[in-house]
Every structure is written in structure tokens, then in C-alpha cells.
């Protein structure tokens, strides 16, 4: 299990408070909440655009069941006003990732930034050693990004993710950032990095005929190919048949030479 879910299932349930805030786990009474958050226009502009009723479904059974996972509660009327989390980030082991959705009517106030902050804060003084956290929006993301800088986090990274660049945010101050700018350099550049290695050179003759459009490789040609892994994340490796080390070299669907090592085959 990754440390941030053992850390969390330690700790987990847990309210936080703030001015004007209570952050509590979700229950199921919040599931029109979720339906609405996930289903809004404005709220998914950023997010993938508004999900599937499957999708709703299945995150309204999932939420009650997460630690990590609470419900914004404004204190004045005891409204659920949005979401907010902190999990294991899929992309790196170890580090955590805060994220947070507010429903339009409770934009603007200040809200979202004292909710963050709030699980910010409780994770750092909670799991003192629980790692790096982060939090991560679209670059095109200006209201968002302008309420992680006013909590004083620092940008550390950007990556491309469900085709849109991301940027990656941490907590400034004293933290040494410098272990989680390296896992953002191998997590997001380590095609571009292998591709320097060499990886063009090594290919194999048939992998030098690939075409830069490898939508248009004929089964043929294909076959005399790697067997192992096509099509994982649009590569295709240029060793020869029979050929399933750890280590892969071949082009990316963009046309550009890598190099990656895969076990799995798809």
C-alpha cells in the first residue's frame, strides 16, 4: 500500500475547523453535492468537462468510503458548498496531492483558499513526515493557481496530462523541493531524456523505417516488430520480433525516438 493511504488510514476520520469552514468526511447525504459538483459546467471547465452519470455514480458510492475525502461545510448555514481531498498522488510514490472543488455560489469569498490551507495545514502537522505534497491545475487555470500562490505555494513543475499542460504546485517556505523537482523531471521528461541517450542510434533496422506516422504501420510491418507492448501510452517498440527485455527502444506517437522500461504487456 503506498505510505500516504497507511498514513491516512492511521488518522482517518478527522473534522478540521476554520473561521468559517467545517471540513467534515462526506456521507452518503452529500451525494447531490457530488452529482451537482461533478456535472457543472463551470466547476468541470477545468476538469475534463462535466462527467458521465456513470461516473457520478460511481463517485458518490466512492467518497464515503475515502479517507482523505471531505465535505466544505459553511458554518453560517451548515450548506455543503464543495469538496476537498488529500490522497497518495498517482504519479509519484510517497507524495500527497490536496485538491479541492467549490460550487459556484461560494466562489469569490475566499472559501476554497481557507479549505486548502486547512488540509494543508493538517497534513503537515499531522504526518510530519508523510512526504511532499502538491497540488496540480491546468496552467490555463489562473483562479485556481492565484489561490495556491496566495497560500504561499511555490511552483515546482509542469507536465502534460489529459492533454493539457499542468502545473505543480508545493508548500514554499523551508521545504527542500529539490527531491520533488527531480520526480517531476523523470516522471514528465523521461522520454525526452532517453530520447538524448540515444535511443535513435540503437534502434534496429526495422525500427529505422518506422514511419514519424505510426497511425499508418500496416499489421506487416508491425509484425516484424517487438511483440511486446504496442501501443502503451502510443509507443511502439523498433527492436526486432522475438525482442522482450526490460528496456524498449522505438518512436512515440508524436514520431519522436524513446526510449522506457516496461514489463507490462498491453
Known amino acids: ?41 463551470r466547476v468541470r471547465a477545468y476538469l475534463g468537462g462535466p462527467a458521465s452519470p456513470e461516473r457520478v455514480a460511481a463517485r458518490q458510492a466512492a467518497y464515503p468510503q475515502t479517507p482523505g475525502a471531505w465535505a466544505i461545510v459553511r458554518i453560517t448555514d451548515g450548506r455543503t458548498v464543495g469538496l476537498a481531498s488529500i490522497g497518495a498522488d498517482p504519479r509519484s510514490e ?20 481557507e479549505a486548502v490551507g486547512a488540509v494543508v495545514s493538517w497534513w503537515t502537522a499531522t504526518v510530519p513526515d508523510g512526504g511532499p505534497v502538491v497540488a496540480v491545475t491546468q496552467a490555463t487555470n489562473a483562479r485556481s493557481r492565484r489561490l495556491l500562490e496566495s497560500l504561499g505555494m511555490i511552483l515546482v513543475d509542469q ?27 523523470t516522471a514528465a521528461h523521461l522520454d525526452e531524456v532517453e530520447r538524448r541517450r540515444g535511443a535513435q542510434a540503437r534502434a534496429t533496422a526495422a525500427g529505422q523505417r518506422l514511419p514519424e506516422d505510426l497511425t499508418i504501420l500496416i499489421a506487416e510491418a508491425a509484425s516484424l516488430l ?5 501501443g502503451t501510452y502510443g509507443r511502439i517498440c523498433a527492436r526486432e520480433a522475438g525482442h522482450m527485455p526490460a528496456l524498449h527502444l522505438g518512436r512515440a506517437s508524436d514520431g519522436g525516438w524513446v526510449a522506457w522500461l516496461e514489463d507490462f504487456p498491453v
Open 94 to 113: 510517497g507524495r500527497a496531492e490536496v485538491s479541492y472543488q467549490l460550487l459556484p455560489s461560494a466562489w469569490g469569498g475566499g472559501l476554497g483558499r
Open 159 to 185: 507536465l502534460d496530462e489529459h492533454g493539457s499542460r499542468q502545473c505543480v504546485y508545493t508548500p514554499g517556505g523551508d521545504q527542500d523541493d529539490s527531491d520533488l523537482r527531480w520526480l517531476g523531471l
Open 1 to 41: 500500500m503506498n505510505p500516504v493511504d497507511v498514513a491516512l488510514d492511521s488518522i482517518w476520520p478527522a473534522e478540521l475547523r476554520t473561521d468559517r469552514l467545517l471540513l467534515r468526511p462526506v456521507t452518503p447525504q452529500d451525494a447531490d453535492v457530488v452529482r451537482e459538483l461533478l456535472t457543472d459546467e
Open 226 to 230: 517487438c511483440p511486446a507492448c504496442h
